[in-house]
Nanobody, 114 residues
Framework: QVQLVESGGGLVQAGGSLRLSCQAS????????IAWYRQAPGKQRELVAT???????TYADSVKGRFAISRDNFEDAVYLQMNSLKPEDTAVYYC????????WGQGTQVTIAS
C-alpha cells in the first residue's frame, strides 16, 4: 500500500508562509483523494483541505483564502501552501487518504509565533 510522509513544518512569525509536502512512496494516482488534517494541543484532529485525483479541492472555512492544496502526479506528492499564517494555525499537520482509513503518519509540526 502506498504510504504518505509529511514534511515542511517549522516555526514562523504570524503573517508568514510555509509549504508542507506529502510524499507518496509509490504511484499517487492510486489514491483517489488525499487530505491534510491538523491537530492542535488539547483539540481534536480537524480536516483542513482535500484534493481528488482530478484536482477538485475543498477547504475548511478557517483556512479558505489562505491555504492552497495542490497535487503533482508526476512527483507523487501533495502540497499545502499556507499563507497569512495565524497563531491559531499552530498544530501538527498530517496528510492521509480521504477519508482516513485509521492510519496516521508522524505529521509535521507547524508553530506560528505571534
Amino acid at each position: 500500500q502506498v504510504q504518505l510522509v509529511e514534511s515542511g513544518g517549522g516555526l514562523v512569525q504570524a503573517g508568514g508562509s510555509l509549504r508542507l509536502s506529502c510524499q507518496a512512496s509509490g504511484n499517487i494516482n492510486l489514491i483517489v483523494a488525499i487530505a491534510w488534517y491538523r491537530q492542535a494541543p488539547g483539540k481534536q484532529r480537524e480536516l483542513v483541505a482535500t484534493i481528488t485525483r482530478g484536482g477538485s479541492t475543498t477547504y475548511a472555512d478557517s483556512v479558505k483564502g489562505r491555504f492552497a492544496i495542490s497535487r503533482d502526479n508526476f512527483e507523487d506528492a501533495v502540497y499545502l501552501q499556507m499563507n497569512s499564517l495565524k497563531p491559531e494555525d499552530t498544530a501538527v499537520y498530517y496528510c492521509s487518504r480521504y477519508p482516513n482509513q485509521g492510519s496516521w503518519g508522524q505529521g509535521t509540526q507547524v508553530t506560528i509565533a505571534s
